[in-house]
């Protein structure tokens, strides 16, 4: 690439230096890198725009290396999701058994299907939802599909359920299976059905109380008992409250589910029943609530019909959620010093909300506080990569590197060693899934390395990064057309154009090309003509084809001049 194509023409393209992990998604767990490579799902890439048009490094961005598109959502603290709810608790009202809401697993085409499908063959792939589908057999039929440790660990919940429809441990345990699949009105039936019985025990024990202080006897221990009993059931009914709120904010109803969670606080806060613990985490759950609503009041700009005034009404509601999001979790901190793991949430999601409002430093500071308090290693690993991230907003590359590299590091050595265990039986297909996982987060680590490198001026090495980061990622995600690639090859395409142009053009314009072809199979915009990355990446290409057909033609006209 010559000096004189740089001074007529700037090169603009997307080139996104960072790839914001997801592993520590604290209000919302289900965002992860590894959950949008496994599942083919995720949000759509958001490309910044950079100059690359010299390899000097003065061409970097002077913008934040922060894409808060990809920041993790709010984590829930359980798995969420909701049906309807009584307005009547405890002994207000009279409940009968026959009040109670049964779960019942034949509704739900799935249930139905996994309590008929085999348990013998192991594998990754999903089993079939249509209830009519017979699988007797199926051992002589090796294209049925097998189940997933989730699947199976679901199923054998579902027998449980059968066996014990009314112990609230295998409730519980069938609604947080249902949870981990992700099937939100299961789970939240489930936990519906749950409350019912913990409402009808309750009434049943104050029945009986308000019968023995009519009819007193000397047994004290008994009343004892009873108190203890009460207590219990009112602290099983503000969790399952809580846990009910989370599953209908899981679907986007902020309507049903902030009562459900201001009515769990009030439980907490009363003086025979306080509970600071449970307190912050509804607190936090809370600030979730005012996150969520800060996400749902951001203007899309997938449409061309958003005006200035909407635009304007939308900022100012973002920003007073933020605060109030803010304000529920520094109330939320004094009251989790006992609970590390709500602690490590609660300092984790102020760090998030500083970096949605640019104070870095402070972010820098709640993760560090986070990492100090923090117990397993995969939450460990989580606060190392948003602690390099705010490295890399505060101009502190080599930092970054380094925490990049020691967490590649951990990972790759968890691998080597679950597999030097792994044995032929039903382990080593869970530690398959784990190695996939591991694959999805070690993809995404090569691609923030590679691009430090690009900062570095160090291109080849960046090169050999990116590559990798797509070996990753492809390998995880089971498909070479997932939207969390398309960072990948555009970054990587920028480097050929940018840097490594002479000898890398026509593999620069086969990167841009799969960026041009993914952007707009994954487009959120009615109209994908609208859409600024597909919009780039056309400009790109047509850039690259032209200066590659600008050289042919002055190649011609040299070999022309020297033979005359």
Request: charged share 25%.
């Amino acid at each position: 690439m010559t000096s004189s194509h740089d001074d007529k023409q700037e090169r603009r393209l997307a080139i996104p230096t960072t790839t914001t992990t997801t592993t520590s998604s604290f209000f919302y767990s289900s965002s992860s890198i590894e959950n949008r490579l496994r599942r083919g799902g995720g949000e759509p890439t958001n490309l910044l725009l950079i100059p690359v048009g010299t390899a000097s490094r003065t061409t970097r961005t002077t913008t934040p290396i922060i894409d808060n598109n990809r920041i993790p959502w709010f984590y829930l603290c359980h798995r969420s999701f909701h049906t309807s709810r009584s307005t009547s608790t405890g002994s207000s009202h009279r409940m009968t058994s026959s009040s109670i809401r049964e779960f019942d697993p034949l509704r739900y085409p799935f249930s139905v299907a996994l309590l008929k499908s085999s348990s013998k063959k192991k594998g990754r792939s999903t089993i079939t939802t249509d209830p009519r589908r017979e699988h007797d057999d199926d051992d002589d039929n090796p294209s049925l599909p097998s189940l997933s440790p989730e699947e199976e660990h679901l199923k054998e919940c579902l027998h449980d359920y059968q066996e014990e429809p009314n112990d609230l441990n295998v409730l519980d345990a069938l609604q947080q299976a249902y949870s981990t699949l992700e099937f939100w009105e299961e789970a939240l039936a489930v936990e519906v059905s749950k409350c019912d019985r913990i409402r009808w025990m309750w009434s049943e024990e104050d029945r009986r109380r308000r019968h023995r202080h009519h009819h007193p006897s000397d047994d004290d221990d008994n009343d004892h008992d009873e108190s203890e009993n009460s207590y219990e059931y009112q602290h099983s009914y503000a969790d399952s409250i809580h846990v009910q709120g989370k599953l209908w904010l899981r679907q986007g109803n902020f309507e049903q589910s902030r009562p459900l969670y201001e009515e769990a606080l009030s439980y907490f806060r009363k003086k025979e029943f306080q509970n600071p613990v449970q307190e912050g985490h509804v607190l936090i759950s809370l600030a979730g609530w005012h996150f969520f609503q800060y996400e749902a009041s951001i203007p899309s700009d997938r449409s061309t019909t958003s005006t200035t005034s909407s635009s304007s009404t939308s900022y100012a509601v973002s920003s007073q959620s933020l605060q109030k999001a803010m304000e529920y979790l520094i109330e939320s901190e004094g009251k989790l010093d006992s609970n590390p793991t709500l602690l490590v949430k609660c300092l984790d999601n102020q760090g998030l909300i500083y970096r949605l409002w640019g104070d870095y430093e402070m972010a820098l500071d709640k993760y560090q506080q986070a990492l100090q308090v923090v117990i397993d290693q995969k939450t460990k690993h989580a606060l190392q990569l948003h602690i390099a991230d705010m490295y890399q907003a505060l101009r502190e590359p080599h930092e970054a590197l380094i925490l990049y590299q020691n967490v590649l590091h951990d990972l790759q050595e968890e691998d080597e060693e679950g597999q030097s265990t792994m044995m032929m039986s039903d382990s080593t297909r869970t530690t398959m899934t784990t190695s996939s996982d591991s694959l999805a987060m070690q993809g995404v680590l090569w691609h923030n390395i590679a691009s430090i490198h690009v900062q570095m001026g160090e291109w080849e090495i960046a090169e050999e990064g990116f590559l990798e980061a797509i070996k990753m990622k492809e390998e995880s995600a089971g498909r070479e057309d997932h939207p969390e690639l398309v960072k990948t090859w555009n970054a990587l395409g920028a480097l050929y154009y940018g840097f490594m142009f002479d000898e890398k053009k026509l593999q620069a314009l086969e990167c841009f090309k799969k960026v041009l072809w993914m952007t707009r199979a994954h487009s959120v915009y009615d109209d994908p003509r609208y859409d600024p990355d597909v919009l780039a990446a056309i400009q790109t290409i047509s850039d690259i084809e032209e200066q590659i057909e600008l050289e042919k033609r002055q190649g011609t006209s040299t070999t022309t001049t020297t033979r005359r």
